[in-house]
């Protein structure tokens, strides 16, 4: 579907900061995952441009794999599989800090 990617990006994933070297899962659950520099960046760059919903979730959605690509395909890579774990294991500590600060049920985050 056009955009599930982007919107995975726009909602909460900490997968971001795993592509990033040196980040840890603390560092993404810290820092406002709604507030990713890419997508605040695309919502500045968009503002004001009359894109339909569809055509700003596609422009997001190429912006991102352009950005991303490389790092992206080495994380779905099946003869990577150690890449794999770290990566669920990143999430998987990202997303507890995450809920442990949560202040109500409603706010607590799930993957993708």
């Known amino acids: 579907m056009p955009g599930s990617f982007a919107l ?10 795993f ?3 040196g980040s840890t899962p603390e560092y993404a659950a810290e820092h406002n995952i709604y507030g990713h520099k890419l997508l605040t960046k695309y919502r500045q760059d968009t503002e004001g441009k009359g894109y339909s919903s569809a055509e700003w979730a596609i422009r997001l959605e190429a912006m991102i794999w352009e950005h991303y690509a490389p790092r992206i395909f080495e994380l779905f890579d099946l003869r990577r599989p150690k890449l794999w774990e770290e990566y669920r294991a990143f ?5 507890r800090i995450m809920n442990e600060n949560s202040r109500h049920p409603r706010e607590r985050l799930l993957p993708c």
């Open 8 to 17: 995975c990006l726009s909602k909460k994933p900490p997968w971001q900061f």
């Open 91 to 95: 999430l998987k500590e990202a997303y």
């Open 19 to 21: 592509l990033r070297p």
